[in-house]
């Protein structure tokens, strides 16, 4: 599946989380889950510790989402904690994930082509601060 397919499958969920906000409203992972908020999109923050984040209720993992099955969930971690999302977002069925710029190494690629992820994980590309608004218009 085409990148741009990849996002438009992406922004069609009816929910979404975010893994890598923080209280540090500076942070990038912060800036996506602000940007979810600003256009009243369903959205979920995933933490480990904060109980909330920009006054929404967290979770602590992919299995805690509400209906896992039916979220796309953005990911702004290092490259470790990522590979641990995909595994958690593979077993809890989530139709897809983006991938932020710098969260990705070899090894999540390769975890990706391994576990056949091609056509639901978004990677080496756009950030959805840059693109989000334009697949959202595309959907329109």
Not at 36 to 49: F, N, Q
Not at 100 to 128: H, R, S
Request: glycine share 6%.
């Amino acid at each position: 599946m085409a990148s741009v397919d990849i996002q438009k499958s992406f922004l069609s969920s009816p929910r979404f989380a975010v893994v890598g906000a923080s209280k540090d409203e500076s942070k990038f992972g912060t800036k996506v889950l602000q940007w979810y908020l600003a256009r009243d999109k369903a959205v979920t923050p995933i933490h480990p510790k904060e109980n909330e984040l920009q006054g929404v209720p967290t979770v602590r993992a992919v299995a805690d989402l509400p209906l896992p099955a039916e979220t796309s969930i953005s990911v702004i971690t290092p490259p470790k904690i990522t590979l641990g999302v995909l595994e958690q977002a593979k077993a809890a069925s989530t139709p897809a994930l983006w991938l932020q710029p710098g969260t990705v190494d070899d090894t999540v690629i390769a975890y990706i082509k391994e576990n056949a992820l091609e056509d639901k994980v978004i990677y080496g590309g756009p950030c959805i601060l840059v693109s989000g608004d334009g697949i959202l218009k595309s959907l329109l």
